[in-house]
Structures are given as structure tokens and as C-alpha cells.
């Protein structure tokens, strides 16, 4: 994790109005006095929202968001209507001194929530946004870093072509599995499938399918990152309000490679969703770990079009070591605002609301320290079953991909340098016996 060291948030984003749900607890009680800000986070309920820039804008001026923002409101179009739109608690809300507790959700509505206007407002955020998602379509996959297409560029269009996208099926073979992230798959077991979709098997990409042609620009792009079997897949899918977009399954190690989706308008399209193999599956070498280590160091420290990571952590579990090692690979970026960062506490489903009120404390609080002027940094709970927190991440996501290009500082080289992968990982044996829980097998099943 970063040191903090790093500028620390100065004041407060202001409160946002009218959350309603006592799962919007800050996480600010519990940091230490002095401590920079922390993440916000972005359960269901609540929200002012601002579907267009101005309201948005106008919205944030109102919350005092944009006091604390400074750095980064300069940069953006509205940019700290995010936490508004968002409805989530930010530390310190008005009135608080950084590093005091932070004030709670109003568990009703006050005069400060949000009138009609608002929750219209809300509703058409969260439908354009999920509308959106919902153009998800598969491009292509990557079994190493340097073969995802770049600036525009589709394997399929560069002249001499790499022969590792001819797997565009998902083979369990390919680079990854140097990685050490293959497994033996029952490529059959859509039985694991939250959805219970009546097809069979994995879902068919035509291997001759022409390549969708990218813009000549560099999308954005929205890298989906976390433990195997922490719901990456699924909550892609869920996103993208689809089926058997990418391929989730109770067995760990599904994912194996990355794959990239593309987003918007066919004719224009304006981002790329990243599903990457998750890491801490238990039968990994530890050489292969290390090279897996290698490749998401790459790929979160110099992937240029990174524009946000959506890391997913099983609530149940809360961040592991591993998950705080590869927060690690990003953490320069994040606390300087270059790529955004949404923690998505998933299976939310399995907590009642007061541990997932817990987890989500916490998780803000260990975040707290990648927290800084410039950062944008969200947490909240998610369930694929429910649908809790899917239009915030929605929203988020939406509006990490249609920002105005962000003015990126100059990095030094050490800076910019590819952290260290290391094998050393106290946790790693603990955290492995999450892949093995039992409860995914039986829980993890569509509740009617
Ligand atoms: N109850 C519940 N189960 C979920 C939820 N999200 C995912 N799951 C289940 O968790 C298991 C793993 O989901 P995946 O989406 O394949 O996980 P992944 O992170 O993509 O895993 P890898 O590809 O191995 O890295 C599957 O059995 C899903 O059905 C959720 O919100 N609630
Ligand atoms: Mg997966």
C-alpha cells in the first residue's frame, strides 16, 4: 500500500443529501486523526444525482464537494458531481475536521434530500448509464500484455498479426497459463452459472468473426481486477445486463486471460471493459506467480489508456494481502488521480446489513491511505443476486469513461517504475482457503 507520505485530502467533500440507507456509514470514525480522506463509498439507496453536467455541477457547489477537490476540478467536467451522484459519504462532511468522525447517514430523509427533481434526475443517471454498460460486446482476448491492441490498433489489424489471438475462445491454454493461472476446467460447468442461462457450455465466439474496428484514438479503459472467485465475471456481466458476456464460474481460475470488451455506439464506440485473470487460486506455482505478478505490474502501472480499476473483493473476506499487493502496482496512478478506483465489495447478498455495513467500513479505512487531493476513490457494497450497488457502480463507471481527457502529471522515472514483484506472501496460504469455501458451491446459486 501507498505511504502517506502523499498529499493528504485537505478538507472534506461536503455531505452528500438524502442517503437513506444505513449502509452509507463512513468510514471516517475509524481513521486516525490526521489521516487523509477516505474512500467514499456507494451503497444502494440514496442518491443526488445530476444527470447532466451542469446540475451536476451545481449540485456539487452546493455540497461543498468541490472544496476538497481542487487539484482535479480544475481538470474535469463537473468532476465532483461524482460524489453527489454517487450518494456516498465522504469524510469529514461539513462541519468536520479531517481525521474526525465522520457523520452518518441520515436514516431519513431531511430537508437536504433530495427533492423530485433529483430522483428524476437519478433515474435517468442510472438508465443511461446501465444502457451503456448494456452495449458490452466481446473484442477480443489477450493472453499476453503487449498483445491487447493499442491505440486503436486490433491484433487482427496489425500487419503481421500474433498467433495467440487465434484463441479467441477461451481456450484454458495460452500465455496465462505460464502465469500459472490454468486449472483444470470443466468447460461444462455452466451449472455454476448465477444465471441460470439454458444454454451449455461457454459461449460461442466465432474465431472468424472480423475484429470490431476501434477508433484510430485510444478508449478509455475499465480494468475488472481481483481474486479468483471474487465475482469479476459475473459482475461484468451483470454491468452489461447479460448473460454469458464473460465467463464466470464457481471454479476459480476461469479467466485466464485478458479480455477486452468494447462499449458504445458501433460506430463509435467510446471504452473497453478489462476482465482479468484473478490471482490467489491455490494451485499456482510460485514461479508462475511471480510472472503473474509481473504482468498485472505492467499492466496497472503502464497500460496508458487506463483510465479506471474496479476491484473486487469478496465482502465476506474483505481485502486480502494479495489484493493489497496489486493495489500496490496501481497506487501511483490512483493517488494522483491519473486512474480511478471503485472497490466493489461483492456477494453482498451473504451479509446481513449490519456486517455489510462492517466490511464496508473497513475496507474505506484501509483504503484511507490512497486517499489525496486528487484521488477518486469509491467503495460500495455489490451483489450480482440483488442488484445492491449496481447503478452506483453503473454511474461511476459511466462517468470515468465520458470525463474530459485528465491532465496527467510528469512521473519521474522511479516514479513510474514497475513496482517489485515479490513472493512474499504471509497471507497467501490463509487467503486460499477463500477459493475452497464451501459456501461458494452452495451459495453461490440464483436465489429465486
Ligand atoms: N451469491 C453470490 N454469488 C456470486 C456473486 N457474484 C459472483 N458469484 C458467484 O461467485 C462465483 C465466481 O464468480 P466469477 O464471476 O466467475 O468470479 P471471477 O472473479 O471472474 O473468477 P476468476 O475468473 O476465477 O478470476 C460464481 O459461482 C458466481 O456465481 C454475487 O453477487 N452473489
Ligand atoms: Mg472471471
Redesign the pocket.
Given at each position: 500500500m501507498t505511504d502517506s507520505n502523499k498529499k493528504p485530502a485537505s478538507a472534506t467533500p461536503g455531505k452528500p443529501a438524502g442517503r437513506t440507507s444505513d449502509e452509507t456509514t463512513t468510514a471516517s470514525s475509524a481513521a486516525p486523526e490526521g489521516a487523509p480522506g477516505t474512500p467514499r463509498s456507494g451503497p444502494k439507496g440514496k442518491k443526488v444525482s445530476a444527470a447532466v453536467q451542469a446540475a451536476q455541477a451545481a449540485k456539487a457547489a452546493k455540497s461543498g464537494v468541490s472544496a476538497a477537490r481542487k487539484g482535479r476540478a480544475k481538470k474535469r467536467a463537473a468532476p465532483n458531481a461524482k460524489a453527489g451522484r454517487q450518494g456516498v459519504a465522504t469524510p469529514g462532511a461539513k462541519g468536520s475536521q479531517p481525521g474526525q468522525a465522520g457523520v452518518a447517514a441520515p436514516k431519513r430523509r431531511d430537508a437536504a434530500a433530495p427533492g423530485i427533481e433529483d430522483a428524476v434526475e437519478t433515474l435517468t443517471s442510472a438508465k443511461r448509464a446501465l444502457a451503456w454498460t448494456h452495449t458490452a460486446r466481446f473484442l477480443t482476448t489477450a493472453s499476453q500484455l503487449h498483445h491487447l491492441p493499442q491505440n486503436g490498433v486490433l491484433p487482427g489489424q496489425e500487419p503481421e498479426p500474433d498467433e495467440d489471438f487465434d484463441d479467441q475462445d477461451h481456450d484454458a491454454s495460452g500465455g496465462f497459463d505460464d502465469a500459472g493461472l490454468s486449472a483444470d476446467h470443466d468447460r461444462d460447468d455452466q451449472e455454476?452459472?448465477?444465471d441460470e442461462g439454458d444454454e451449455d457450455g461457454e459461449p460461442s465466439r466465432d474465431p472468424n468473426a472480423v475484429p470490431e474496428t476501434l477508433p484510430a484514438r485510444p478508449l478509455p479503459e475499465i480494468a475488472f481486477v481481483?481474486?479468483?472467485?471474487?465475482?469479476?465475471?459475473?459482475?461484468i456481466n451483470t454491468l452489461a445486463q447479460q448473460k454469458r458476456l464473460?465467463?464466470?464460474?464457481?471454479?476459480?481460475?476461469?479467466?485466464q486471460h485478458i479480455n477486452l470488451f468494447v462499449l458504445g455506439p458501433k460506430d463509435a464506440p467510446d471504452a473497453l471493459f478489462a476482465?482479468l485473470?484473478?490471482y490467489g487460486?491455490a494451485a499456482v506455482a510460485r514461479d508462475a506467480k511471480l510472472r503473474w505478478q509481473r504482468v498485472m505490474a505492467d499492466y496497472l502501472s503502464q497500460r496508458e489508456t487506463l483510465s479506471g480499476v474496479v476491484l473486487?473483493v469478496d465482502s465476506r473476506h474483505g481485502l486480502t494481502d494479495l489484493d493489497k499487493q496489486l493495489l500496490e502496482f496501481v497506487s501511483d496512478r490512483v493517488t494522483a488521480g491519473e486512474v480511478s478506483l471503485l472497490v466493489l465489495l461483492?456477494?453482498?447478498?451473504?451479509l446481513n446489513r449490519k456486517d455489510g455495513a462492517a466490511a464496508l467500513e473497513q475496507v474505506q479505512k484501509e483504503l484511507a491511505v490512497l486517499a489525496t487531493e486528487d484521488s477518486d476513490i469509491a467503495v460500495s457494497l455489490?451483489?450480482?443476486?440483488s442488484k445492491q450497488g449496481l447503478d452506483d457502480a453503473a454511474e461511476l463507471i459511466y462517468d470515468w469513461a465520458h470525463r474530459e481527457p485528465r491532465v496527467l502529471r510528469d512521473y519521474d522515472d522511479d516514479e513510474m517504475g514497475v513496482p517489485e514483484a515479490t513472493d512474499a506472501d504471509p497471507a497467501d496460504g490463509a487467503d486460499d482457503a477463500h477459493d475452497a469455501d464451501p459456501a461458494?458451491d452452495t451459495?453461490?446459486t440464483r436465489k429465486p
Open positions: 455454476d452459472q448465477m481481483g481474486r479468483s472467485n471474487a465475482g469479476k465475471s459475473t459482475a464473460a465467463f464466470a464460474s464457481k471454479t476459480p481460475g476461469r479467466t476482465d485473470p484473478g487460486y473486487m461483492t456477494k453482498a447478498d451473504k455489490f451483489s450480482a443476486l461458494d451459495d453461490d
